[in-house]
Every structure is written in C-alpha cells, then in structure tokens.
C-alpha cells in the first residue's frame, strides 16, 4: 500500500510561481513512477507531468511543457512540481500518483495506469 499526500497549493496572481510537493509513503515506493494530474472546475481530469523511478525520463503536457518541472528525492521519497509562469487556466486541483507496471511511454500519460493517488491541493490562479 503505497499513501500520497500533497501539499505547496495556493493562490497565486498570473506570472507568479508555486512549489507542489507530495509525500509518500509505502513499500518500494522510491521504484514507481510518480505523475501529477489536474482537474479543473468542470473539466476531466487530465496529465501534467511525470517521472520514472530512476528519475532518467519525465514526460510532460504540451500545456505546462516549459513552464512546468517535474523531480523526485527518493532519499526522501518526495515528489515535486515546480510550477512557474502560472496562468489562470492553470487553475484546479492538483493531485500526485503513483503507479508501478508501465510497458511504453504512453502509459505515463494514462491516469488508469496509476495505482495510487493522493487527496489533491488546490490551485488557484488569478488574472
């Protein structure tokens, strides 16, 4: 059983910079692969970003490509998502998983792939 737990939301004026951080806890938990997710207020949920357990691969959303960051400590077994340049439609909750089979890189981009998610933090941009 692997437990997620995000923290770093908040709000933020458009241009303005958060730090996401999830903590997790569980077995084996420095070997999955680790993504972020978001949902906005009535859209589907949707990829951000993602990273391999070793760390050598991120995979990223045309939207956040550029502007966004995605890394781990595994020594701390704490995922990041350095979030600059934010604008408004970056606005949603923002929730960490964790999955462990994945056979190609489309499968850091399929939310049914991740076996474990965290509660979500909110982010809010202004304009």
């Known amino acids: 059983q692997v437990e997620l737990v995000e923290s770093g939301g908040g709000f933020v004026q458009a241009g303005g910079s958060l730090r996401l951080s999830c903590a997790a806890s569980?077995?084996?938990?420095?070997?999955?692969?680790m993504g972020w997710f978001r949902q906005a207020p009535g859209k589907q949920l949707e990829f951000v970003a993602a990273?391999?357990?070793?760390?050598?691969?991120?995979y990223y959303a045309d939207s956040v490509k550029g502007r966004f960051t995605i890394f781990r400590d595994n020594v701390k077994n704490t995922l990041y998502l350095q979030m600059n340049s934010l604008k408004p439609e970056d606005t949603a909750v923002y929730y960490c998983?964790?999955?462990?089979?994945?056979?190609?890189?489309?499968?850091?981009?399929?939310?049914?792939?991740?076996?474990?998610w965290g509660r979500g933090t909110q982010v809010t941009v202004s304009s």
């Open positions: 998983a964790a999955g462990s089979y994945f056979d190609s890189e489309t499968d850091y981009y399929t939310q049914t792939e991740y076996d474990y």
């Open positions: 569980g077995r084996a938990v420095s070997t999955y692969v």
């Open positions: 990273i391999s357990w070793t760390r050598d691969n991120t």
